[in-house]
Each structure stands twice: as structure tokens, then as C-alpha cells.
């Protein structure tokens, strides 16, 4: 039974394989993400967390979901172009995915939600802070901005486990 998020496997928004052990030993922020929400422009704090706190062990992974309004639209070419562009995101970004449970959830959102007691995405940029072991240490809803002083100290203390 897999019960960490680094025993998964995926893809890069590329297309090509990645596997999420490539980031064993980090603190995550795992954000369903979307090109057209309001709450988009949180592109911007997420990278700018990217930037000060890499250095440390935390890492941004951005999973695009088509899910909520039809807020991505885009196909991957598309999504790079307006992430870089726009809001110059340099952290990874994983294919389109399905973010609500179903057949068709990406087994990224449903280790991490049942982790997390059941919370899932009921919209565009929810985040999991993840510990270095893989686990679900919390769920963020939208509104919570990544500058937020909750998540930033839940983050803080992940990091200095």
C-alpha cells in the first residue's frame, strides 16, 4: 500500500514520466492550479515561496485541473507559456490532471485527500503541505494565500522537523 506522495509516479506537464521521489526529503506544497480563476495570481506567491524557502527543502509541485469552471482550457504548451510568462514559475509543473474523487482522480489527489481526512479540492488553487515523509501534514483552502502567516508557520515547522 502506498502511504507517501514520493512512492508515486506521474507526469511532468510535458508529458514525460516523474516520479515524486525525486522530492523525498523536501517539504511540499501540492497546488491544483488554473490559468483563468481569480485566484490565479497566487502563481505569484507560490513562486516567490519557490524562491525564498527552496534553499531550505520546500518545493512547489503545480498539478493544472480543468475541473472547476473550466479555468484550464489549455493544453500543456499553453500552460507553461502563460505560467512563465505571466508569472515567471519556475517550480514544477505536473500534466492536467482530475482533482475531485472519482475513477479518473489522480492517485496524487487521493492519497493526499485521504491523508488529509478527506479534504479535497472544491476549487482552483487548494494546497497539501506535505512533510518530508511523504504525508499530508494539512489541507488549504483557495483563499488561503500563500503568504498567508498560518501556512507559513505550518511550513516554517515543516521544514525544521
Not at 33 to 62: F, I, K, N
Request: hydrophobic fraction near 40%.
Amino acid at each position: 500500500m502506498i502511504d507517501s506522495l514520493y512512492d508515486l509516479e506521474t507526469r511532468a506537464l510535458d508529458g514525460s514520466a516523474a516520479s515524486l521521489s525525486d522530492y523525498r526529503g523536501k517539504v511540499t506544497l501540492v497546488v491544483n492550479v488554473a490559468s483563468e480563476c481569480g485566484y490565479t495570481p497566487q502563481y505569484r506567491g507560490l513562486q516567490a515561496l519557490h524562491e525564498e524557502l527552496s534553499g531550505r527543502g520546500l518545493v512547489v509541485l503545480g498539478f493544472p485541473s480543468n475541473e472547476f469552471g473550466g479555468q484550464e482550457p489549455g493544453d500543456a504548451a499553453q500552460i507553461r507559456s502563460f505560467c512563465q510568462m505571466r508569472y515567471g514559475v519556475t517550480f514544477p509543473m505536473f500534466e492536467k490532471c482530475e482533482v475531485k474523487p472519482g475513477a479518473r482522480q489522480s492517485p496524487v489527489f487521493a492519497l493526499l485527500s485521504k491523508q488529509a481526512g478527506g479534504s479535497v479540492p472544491n476549487w482552483n488553487f487548494c494546497k497539501y503541505l506535505v512533510g518530508k515523509d511523504g504525508k499530508a501534514i494539512a489541507f488549504y483552502p483557495s483563499k488561503v494565500a500563500p503568504a498567508d502567516e498560518k501556512l507559513r508557520a505550518a511550513i516554517d515547522a515543516a521544514l525544521s522537523a
